[in-house]
């Protein structure tokens, strides 16, 4: 199949990203509201796999990661225990680790920088915020104290952790940090930090540089020949 047809795979991965956040706070509370949410971010597995769709080892990888994140979400579904949670929880980080290095790779490879590279460049900074939630979820299991909120997190609320801790995650990554929840042991500060800078970083010099080379290969025309 030519690579044409596959032109917006990464801004279907976005698509997907963008409507987990976005209807997450209405879903959830709902009755079947945590089976419906695990329904929709399937739908995150799905479009990520779709993206190495091309690259047919990784795909296959993928999709094997991807079917233990569902057994892993399901046992916690099923079991709320704190075994289920690691599970769950550490399957679901090393699969947006292995997005994450696998879409760079895509990106910083050679040939023009598309539409599609610039997707798939925001699609890797929405996972880091995501991926950095899960990494807070375990530690919190560890260290029950690590974290400081206004409204307190609670342990056995697995979907309201989630909801807290993604926002916590992307005030961090975004360096915004109203403070309402804020780390309190010196492991979470110190994770705390590290996704500050990754998310600086990211920003400053990737995204910049792919925003960039895209303006100047779209104004050449010799690019387009």
Not at 190 to 208: C, K, N, R, S, W
């Amino acid at each position: 199949m030519p690579a044409r047809e596959y032109r917006w795979r990464h801004l279907a991965l976005l698509i997907s990203i963008l409507l987990v956040f976005i209807v997450a706070p209405f879903v959830v509370p709902l009755h079947h509201g945590t089976l419906v949410m695990n329904v929709i971010s399937a739908a995150v597995l799905v479009a990520g796999s779709y993206a190495l769709i091309e690259r047919k080892h990784l795909f296959a990888i993928a999709v094997g990661l991807s079917a233990i994140t569902i057994v892993g979400t399901g046992l916690l579904l099923f079991f709320r225990q704190p075994w289920a949670l690691f599970i769950s929880h550490s399957s679901i980080v090393v699969l947006i680790v292995f997005f994450c290095v696998t879409i760079l790779s895509y990106v910083l490879g050679s040939g023009r920088v598309t539409s599609d590279k610039i997707f798939a460049a925001i699609c890797v900074y929405m996972l880091l915020g995501y991926g950095w939630t899960f990494v807070y979820s375990l530690l919190l299991e560890l260290q029950p104290q690590s974290f400081v909120a206004t409204s307190q997190i609670a342990r056995n609320d697995y979907v309201g952790r989630i909801l807290q801790l993604r926002y916590f995650s992307f005030m961090t990554l975004t360096t915004v940090g109203y403070g309402d929840i804020v780390p309190h042991s010196q492991a979470a500060r110190t994770m705390a930090i590290l996704e500050a800078v990754m998310g600086q970083f990211y920003l400053m010099v990737l995204i910049g540089r792919l925003v960039g080379l895209h303006i100047v290969h779209g104004s050449d025309p010799r690019s387009r020949a």
